[in-house]
């Protein structure tokens, strides 16, 4: 099962040159039917720039000249780096960093099971519990103002030195890990060159999200199988690692597990619907203009 499931991942996530996304539209919709989609990857989710190149792709010790390999690729006329920028800025989808702390795509489809982990997280008494001082402040600055670029959202909390740079960056990086916030670059960066524009979770996401639904804990188990699903299978001593919430997931993905939701197979946990066909075919694509 293990090896099926192996065979099926490199398939879905588009690792062989046959295979590699080609068009705008292929990369929209590679992004909504995966659900989750890491922007640069290395971890267990399909990755953006690995389905553009055919190939698995990661972030390495060489820094930014790793890059090279996918920078000046273009895709329907357009650099990888533009369109990776049009992708987060899209109204059907969200770049966050709640898997791993790194950047991930996140389609629609899945607002509503993360809204409702947001909402469990701006609870007052949760919320003191769980974030420092300076990021409430942050929180509460970026509420009141609607959306504000980083640079002026350091300027208004007095902490332009340099001194401040490395708490600063972290706490909006905690807040960005829980989707409390959301960050979008800006098209129009002026001297401060990929600035972020960030705005709450409900200013960018949480209008009209049903906020009757599921429980907390229900959500929870939901979007692990909806992790798991995109990931297809994932070694389990390192999914404590994927969320920041990770100490309730244990009792998610026990849940899951007696519900068949996931399965596990040797160290590995796995999506079911691997179980329940030996083969699975990649989902038709639309070509610009079709």
Known sequence: MIERAEKIRDREHRLKQSLRLKTQEEIYMFIHDKGLVSALGGNELPSFISAILGRPWKPSAKGFTGWNEWWSIKISGQSVPRISREVEGREDILATRIFRRTKTFVSDELWPILGTI??????????????????QKLLETIEAEGSIRTDRLRKKLRLEGKENNSK????LGNLESYALIVGVEDPHPERH??????????????????????SYNETLAKLLEKTIDACVLAREDQMRKWFQWNAEMEVAKEESLKNGGILKAGPFIITPRISKRRSVGIPPVLSDGR
């Open 193 to 214: 060159l990929h600035a972020n524009i960030w705005q709450t979770w409900d200013a960018r996401a949480g209008e009209g999200i049903d906020r009757v639904g599921p």
């Open 118 to 135: 947001v909402k469990h997280h701006q609870d007052p008494i949760v919320r003191r519990k769980t974030f420092s001082d300076l990021e």
């Open 168 to 171: 600063f960056h972290r706490s």
